[in-house]
């Protein structure tokens, strides 16, 4: 398949996935009701080390940058509440099956709860699909939260310091928090995401500094296939 094909392929897969157009979009999140809490084989290639290309710092207007920073800034995520018990169980019932498939890489299940219920609030409320961004981290840096990549890009989501200066609060550090890490690297993709118009195959080029070049593009949607297992609700 030519990569005229293959972007094309991508592109419908991501209208498929129903990515919400903008932050301030509604989203697939947008009806529920949430509690505050406490601060509490391509993929396998990928995974295998941290494999971040390098995001390329560019230009930001301000309006984009103080919608970036105000992004980032927000708290930690809150709790799930659900209005029918339906949807708690699908939720839990997700929670269990990624939690089997997450027991790989993190061997405590209360560390692998905390991870997965932070990526499921992450990704939604950059109005992601959760399973997109789990295969990015896979692929990213095998769920290592530590990972430092040889152009420096730092955590889980091989997020690049120079975003804690532009959008944060300039301390790099934190990029290896979980819930900062997090955040970052799904305001990013979102940011990407609408930069290229909702192509994900640029978007994901871009985010890894590989912009219209496949192979990282195809890695990410292979480990992405893998969660489609564990489908949240």
């Known amino acids: 398949m030519n990569s005229g094909v293959q972007r094309r392929a991508l592109l419908r897969a991501g209208a498929g996935l129903g990515l919400a157009p903008c932050l301030g979009s509604a989203a697939p999140w947008?009806?529920?009701?949430w509690k505050s809490a406490g601060a509490g084989a391509a993929g396998l290639?990928?995974?295998?080390?941290?494999?971040?290309?390098a995001q390329v710092e560019e230009p930001l207007?301000?309006?984009?940058?103080?919608?970036?920073?105000?992004?980032?800034a927000d708290a930690a995520p809150p709790r799930p509440a659900f209005d029918r018990p339906d949807d708690r169980s699908a939720y839990v019932l997700w929670l269990g099956r990624a939690g089997q498939r997450l027991q790989r890489y993190k061997s405590e299940?209360?560390?692998?709860?905390?991870?997965?219920?932070?990526?499921w609030y992450e990704s939604r409320r950059a109005g992601l699909e959760t399973e997109l961004v789990l295969g990015l981290i896979q692929v990213e840096s095998g769920f290592r939260k530590y990972a430092i990549s040889s152009a420096g890009a730092r955590?889980?989501?091989?997020?690049?310091?120079?975003?804690?200066?532009?959008?944060?609060?300039?301390?790099?550090?934190?990029?290896?928090?979980?819930?900062?890490?997090?955040?970052?690297?799904?305001?990013?993709?979102?940011?990407?995401l609408d930069i290229e118009r909702g192509d994900l195959f640029l978007a994901l080029g871009r985010?890894?500094?590989?912009?219209?070049?496949?192979?990282?593009?195809d890695a990410v949607f292979a480990a992405r296939r893998g969660w489609m297992s564990g489908r949240t609700p």
């Open 61 to 72: 207007a301000q309006s984009v940058r103080s919608a970036l920073s105000a992004a980032v």
């Open 207 to 217: 985010y890894n500094g590989s912009r219209g070049r496949a192979p990282y593009p």
């Open 155 to 192: 955590g889980y989501m091989q997020v690049m310091p120079f975003w804690s200066r532009l959008i944060g609060d300039g301390d790099v550090s934190r990029l290896f928090h979980m819930q900062t890490n997090l955040r970052f690297g799904c305001t990013i993709l979102r940011h990407y």
């Open 109 to 119: 299940a209360h560390v692998r709860t905390e991870f997965l219920e932070a990526v």
């Open 45 to 53: 290639l990928w995974a295998s080390s941290a494999q971040a290309g």
């Open 30 to 33: 947008a009806s529920l009701a």
